[in-house]
């Protein structure tokens, strides 16, 4: 199972990014799956999760009303729209999925998940 992120890139604040990623060797319908991020001395963040079974959705408090997380299963596929973007969301962005259906407290937990993307830079400057 191999995931591929892409669609990071510079950006001046206030701007916007999708940020996708591609499944290979597996179906992602049978996955519940994520995006964290980490920024330099920082620790990995959750950003957004949708869970499997009842596609439940997580936002961390940082990016709610901002981004917006989507999955096409028919393109194994999943997307991060980024909006309104600030020089806080300077980060390399991973996509990750795991076989379990958290609870949603867990959701934006990163031991939760067991697959990761390589990641992808995302810079919010001007």
């Known amino acids: 199972v191999q995931l591929q992120a892409s669609g990071g890139g510079l950006v001046q604040p206030?701007?916007?990014?999708?940020?996708?990623?591609?499944?290979?060797?597996?179906?992602?319908?049978?996955?519940?799956?994520?995006?964290?991020?980490?920024?330099?001395?920082?620790?990995r963040e959750g950003v957004s999760s949708i869970r499997k079974g009842d596609r439940k959705t997580a936002y961390a408090n940082s990016v709610k009303g901002r981004f917006t997380?989507?999955?096409?299963?028919a393109k194994n596929t999943f997307s991060l729209q980024m909006?309104?973007?600030?020089?806080e969301d300077t980060a390399n962005y991973y996509c990750a999925i795991t076989s379990l259906n958290?609870?949603?407290?867990?959701?934006?937990?990163?031991?939760?998940y067991d697959v990761w993307g390589q990641g992808t830079q995302v810079t919010v400057s001007s």
């Open 83 to 87: 909006n309104t973007l600030e020089p």
């Open 69 to 73: 997380i989507s999955r096409d299963n």
């Open 14 to 43: 206030g701007g916007s990014l999708k940020l996708s990623c591609a499944a290979s060797g597996t179906t992602l319908g049978d996955y519940s799956i994520a995006w964290f991020r980490q920024a330099p001395g920082k620790e």
């Open 102 to 112: 958290p609870i949603y407290s867990s959701m934006l937990q990163p031991t939760m």
